[in-house]
């Protein structure tokens, strides 16, 4: 099956520093999601990429989808405690049959030291 | 805004008990899903459904069941709980591209 690669596992940064995750996968995907989840709660949708190339923010939060098809990254810039939490990204693409299917990374745990 | 729930956010329950997780959606999408969350395993796919009382199993469908009744609601069922079972469930639905979770279902069993 599809399986997404994604780095690094968790990481301890400064208060007001830039942050930068990445997703890599041997297979073509046409739609890649970026997730946060804070403890005990359910991931919440950051940022969608539709094609090849796109770049696109929200508020200090930039991600880009590969021009292979085949990866993604997400910076979160000037970062402040908040941004604590575990970040996913989510890779849509085909998997035989008519049917597309949504695979996840396993994680970047993200700590925020004041 | 999408907004999906699920009916508890925390549950514990006996070992052999049948337990009902509930998952509503607003947004009238067709596409629901439930996974479980586990330290070191990420997000496994039980089951989902593309429509009104159609099913397909997930990555690991074995001790779990779903009802899909209502194109709102999607169920999903212990039919007889174990210790293994415990875990964050969470349900999800897809618009377009897109999908959204609910805040999630702490199970403990016991």
């Known amino acids: 099956g599809q399986q997404l690669n994604q780095s690094p596992q968790s990481m301890f940064i400064q208060e007001g520093e830039d942050v930068s995750m990445n997703c890599t996968s041997s297979?073509?995907?046409?739609?890649w999601l970026w997730y946060k989840q804070d403890p005990g709660e359910g991931p919440v949708l950051l940022i969608a990429?539709?094609?090849?190339?796109e770049l696109t923010s929200n508020g200090r939060l930039t991600a880009q989808f590969g021009i292979t098809r085949k990866d993604s990254f997400l910076n979160i810039s000037a970062s402040i405690p908040s941004d604590v939490g575990i970040y996913f990204c989510?890779?849509?693409?085909?998997?035989?049959?008519?049917?597309?299917?949504?695979?996840f990374g396993k994680g970047t745990k993200l700590s925020v030291i004041p | 805004d999408v907004k999906v729930t699920q009916s508890s956010r925390y549950l514990v329950k006996r070992t052999g008990e049948k337990v009902f997780l509930e998952c509503v959606q607003d947004?009238?999408?067709?596409?629901m899903f439930w996974y479980r969350q586990d330290p070191g395993l990420g997000l496994r796919l039980i089951y989902f459904?593309?429509?009104?009382?159609?099913?397909e199993k997930g990555d690991i469908p074995e001790g779990y069941s779903v009802s899909r009744e209502k194109k709102e609601r999607f169920s999903l069922i212990l039919e007889s709980a174990s210790t293994n079972q415990t875990s964050m469930y969470l349900c999800?639905?897809?618009?377009?591209?897109?999908?959204?979770f609910g805040p999630g279902t702490r199970l403990t069993v016991t």
């Open positions: 990429l539709y094609k090849a190339g």
């Open positions: 989510a890779g849509l693409g085909y998997s035989g049959a008519g049917s597309y299917q949504l695979t």
């Open positions: 947004m009238d999408h067709e596409n």
């Open positions: 297979s073509i995907f046409n739609t």
């Open positions: 999800a639905s897809t618009v377009a591209r897109e999908q959204y």
């Open positions: 459904s593309y429509d009104v009382k159609m099913k």
